[in-house]
C-alpha cells in the first residue's frame, strides 16, 4: 500500500488541489506562515514574549495552530519569572526568618516557580536545542540558507542566460 504524498510534495509536483487536498492539510496541522493573535488576553510583557517567540518558532517551520495555547502559557510563565525577579531584586533574593535563618524571598520561590513552568512548556515547543532536535532530529541544525546568491554567482560570471 502506497503513502500518501504530503502537501509540500503535491505542490513541488504541481498536482496539488484545494478542492481535493486542503481537508488534509487542516488535519496534518499546517505550519503557520502569520502569528495569529493569542487564544486569550495576554498582558503587555507576555504578549511581547509571544510575539518574538512565535515569530522564531514560524521562522524555523515549527509552529502550528494547535502549539498556540501552549506558546501563550509560556509567555505568561516567562512574563512571571521576570516580573519576580525584578521584584526579588528590590526588595532582595533572600529574607531572614525571625530565628535567625536565611530563605530565599516569595518572590525567588515563585520566579524559580515560574521559570520551572516556563522550561517545561519551551521544551514541548522546541525553543532549546535540546528540544528542537528530539522534535526534527538533526535537521534542526542545518542552515536552510543558500550558500551562494544568484548576484554573486553572476559577478563571478557563473550564472549563464538561459535560451528558451
Known sequence: MSRKKSIEELKKEGTYRPDKHAHREAEAGA?????????FALKREAAAVYRIEGQRLIGQKMLKETDLRTLAMYSVEASVYVSEMEAAQVEGITVELPNGIS??????KAAETALKNANALADKLGLSPAARHRIRG?????DDTPKTSAILEMMKGGLKKKVV
Open 138 to 142: 538533526a535537521g534542526a541544525f542545518q
Open 103 to 108: 530563605a530565599a524571598s516569595a518572590h525567588r
Open 31 to 39: 505550519l503557520l506562515v502569520e502569528l495569529p493573535p493569542p487564544p
